[in-house]
Each structure stands twice: as C-alpha cells, then as structure tokens.
C-alpha cells in the first residue's frame, strides 16, 4: 500500500512538471511597426560607445560625443542602454544627402525610456529635432528644471507650444524609468507619461519640414552642450504619424520589435517593416 502511494505521488509529480515544462514560452509583445522610421534600441550590438549608436532600421549613424557610457542591462529596460553625463555627452544625427529617411510630415510621434538622475536648473532637451540655432522647427521631448516643468514641445511654422500652459508643471521624476511619449497629429499635440496622456493642446496645422533627420539625443541638434540631460535613455523610436492611446500602451510594455531576427543579433530589414504595415 505504501510503495503504491509513492509511485502515486511520483507519477502525479512528474506530470505536473512535465504539463509546466510543455506550455509554449509567451512571446514578448512587440512594438508598434506602422509608421516606424527610426529605432534606436541602444543595445550593445547596436553600439560602438567611443564613435556610434546605430539606428536598427536603416542604419543610420548616430554620432556619439563626450564620453557617455553604454551601461549594462540591468540599469536597463529592454538590453542596455546609453548613460549622459549632463556636461557634454550627447549624440547627433544628420540624414545623408539624399536622405534615408524622408522627412516632410505633417504628423510625427517621438518616444523613448529615460531615467533622469540630477536637475540642473535648465532646458535639457531628451530628444530634440530642431533647427538650432535658428530654432523655427522645433520637435522636443524636454524638461526645464528652471521653471520646474516637463513635456513635449513643438514648434512649426509660427505656433508653438505654451510653456505655462501646455507643459506639466512639475519637474520631471528623479531617479526611476519613466516612458514618454510625444505625438503631433497635424493639429494636436499629445504628451503621455508611462502610458497616460497628461497634457494635450493644439497646435496650428503644418509640416515639420526641414528635409533628412537631424537630432540630437540628450541634447539639442548643434552640440553647444547647452540643453545636455543627465541620466540614461533607451528605446528611441520615431515614427511618421501620430500614435493612438491604445499603440502607446502596447509600446510602454514591448520589447523590442515583434519580427524574427535574421542573424544571433536583431536586425531589421525595410522588406519585414513592410510586410507588417497595415
């Protein structure tokens, strides 16, 4: 009687690990991919730390400057990602001639993680497509530590964002990973922290004209070093429309793209995006 119940026991014991072991690993909900037109991950493979950060889609070049560190995965969301110093770290990017990445929209949506350690009583621009210094195009996830707000701004043609108004009016969180996310859809402008929209407000319709992609990570796009954040950013994408509520949630929690990578690294080909567009 004893031996049977062991054996019992045994058999029901094994089924059960064997029933946990056979459930099929759940996939890692990817980003969105309709509109995407630039990603860069950040991730070690992506990354030469002294000279460049790749953009995953069409490799565009983002040159590093300073001495910014590409910090391990575990002070990471998603792989690694890029630690600023606040003085004069930052990356710059500046579309071949003729551009991969035609840009001439009249909706756009910037998005990316950032964990921002110290305030400086200054405009620190996150992500920054502009036209320093003439400063008439302007497309920024920023904060100001001066006035004590943060937010998306956007300037296009002869209208722009108001500070006192359409800005959160508190300083941006210290020392934890927060998601953000700008989108501009002709007409509106949304700004979203970890999934929720905080602000909106209208924006004059108009292009954001100016021809190939020219940005600056973590500081403004002419490298004076005036607007340099200090913290970590990871997982940078642009895409070229306005994403809904619902994308940006989906994207708060992807790692990631949902493709198949082609080698033992990440790599993401037009033909993939592509087949994947709605």
Request: with cysteine; glycine share 6%; charged share 25%.
């Amino acid at each position: 009687m004893y031996t049977k119940s062991i054996f019992y026991y045994a058999v029901l014991l094994l089924t059960v690990v064997l029933t946990i072991f056979a459930k099929p690993a759940v996939a890692a909900k990817g980003a969105v991919l309709d509109g995407l037109v630039a990603y860069w991950s950040f991730d070690s493979d992506t990354v030469d730390i002294q000279k460049q950060a790749e953009d995953t889609l069409t490799e565009l070049v983002a040159t590093i400057d300073g001495d910014p560190e590409l910090a391990p995965a575990g002070d990471c969301v998603v792989g690694e990602c890029i630690l600023l110093d606040g003085v004069d770290d930052y990356l710059f990017v500046e579309d071949s001639d003729p551009p991969r990445i035609n840009r001439d929209w009249e909706e756009i949506t910037m998005e990316c993680w950032v964990k921002i350690n110290a305030l400086d009583d200054s405009w620190n621009r996150i992500i920054s497509l502009d036209d320093m210094p003439a400063n008439t195009k302007v497309v920024t996830l920023y904060y100001d530590d001066d006035d004590n707000r943060h937010g998306f701004f956007v300037k296009v043609n002869a209208n722009a964002t108001q500070a006192a108004q359409h800005l959160i009016q508190e300083d941006i969180p210290l020392n934890e990973w927060i998601h953000i996310v700008g989108t501009y859809d002709g007409s509106e402008a949304h700004y979203y922290v970890n999934g929720k929209m905080e602000i909106k407000h209208a924006v004059a319709a108009g292009t954001i004209t100016k021809g190939g992609l020219l940005l600056g990570i973590g500081d403004r796009s002419d490298g004076v070093n005036a607007d340099a954040i200090q913290g970590y950013i990871d997982e940078f994408r642009i895409y070229d429309r306005a994403l809904t509520a619902a994308e940006v949630k989906n994207n708060m929690n992807a790692e990631g793209l949902d493709v198949s990578p082609t080698s033992n690294k990440l790599s993401v080909t037009w033909g993939q995006i592509k087949a994947r567009r709605r």
